[in-house]
C-alpha cells in the first residue's frame, strides 16, 4: 500500500507485478488517524503488513536567529509525532506476527545528513522499539 503516490508510481510498480493499494489524503502522520487508514487498507487488502517505511517530515532550513516558535511546533510534528504514531500503528502488526521490517527514514535530505538530528530520531525511535520487547539491529530497526 502507497500512501499519496507520486504520477507513475502505481504503473510502475504494477508493471514490475507488484499489487498495490493506494490511501490518499494520508501525507501528514502526525495526525494517528493517517497511519490507522494506511495499515487498515494494508490488511484489508493483503491479509497481513510484512514490512512498512515511513518518511520523516522535513526538517526547517534557514539560519537558527530566523526561526520561529511555530518552526519548532512543525519540527515536533515532522520529526517526533509522526515517527511516534507511525511506530504506534504499525508495531502491533509486527508484534502479532513476531517478525517484520519497520524503516523510518529520518534524514532531511539522502544527500547531506546532520548527524547530530539523526542520532536524536534514532533514539526516539529506539527507545520505542525497546519497549516492545524487540531486538533492534545497528540503525535499521527490524522486528
Known amino acids: 500500500m502507497i500512501g499519496n503516490p507520486e504520477d507513475g508510481l502505481v504503473a510502475e510498480l504494477e508493471e514490475l ?7 490518499t489524503g494520508v ?8 497511519t490507522e487508514k494506511l495499515v487498515n487498507a494494508g490488511l484489508e487488502r493483503f491479509g497481513r503488513i510484512d514490512a512498512a517505511t515511513a518518511f520523516s517530515r522535513q526538517i526547517i ?15 515536533e510534528g515532522g520529526l517526533i509525532e509522526a515517527p511516534y504514531h507511525f511506530l504506534k500503528g504499525v508495531l502491533p502488526t509486527r508484534a502479532a506476527r513476531g517478525h517484520g521490517q519497520v524503516l523510518v527514514i529520518t ?3 539522502g544527500a547531506r545528513t546532520t548527524p547530530a538530528g539523526e542520532r536524536s530520531g534514532k533514539l526516539v525511535i529506539g527507545d520505542q522499539a525497546a519497549s516492545t520487547g524487540q531486538r533492534t539491529f545497528g540503525n ?4
Not at 507485478?17 to 490511501?23: D, F, K, L, M, P
Request: aromatic residues 8%; negative net charge; proline residues 5%.
Open 27 to 34: 501525507w501528514d502522520l502526525s495526525k494517528p488517524e493517517n
Open 17 to 23: 507485478g507488484s499489487a498495490v493499494e493506494v490511501v
Open 107 to 109: 534524514s532531511s535530505s
Open 140 to 143: 535499521n530497526h527490524n522486528w
Open 61 to 75: 532550513g534557514g539560519p537558527f536567529l530566523d526561526s520561529t516558535l511555530d518552526d519548532v511546533h512543525q519540527l
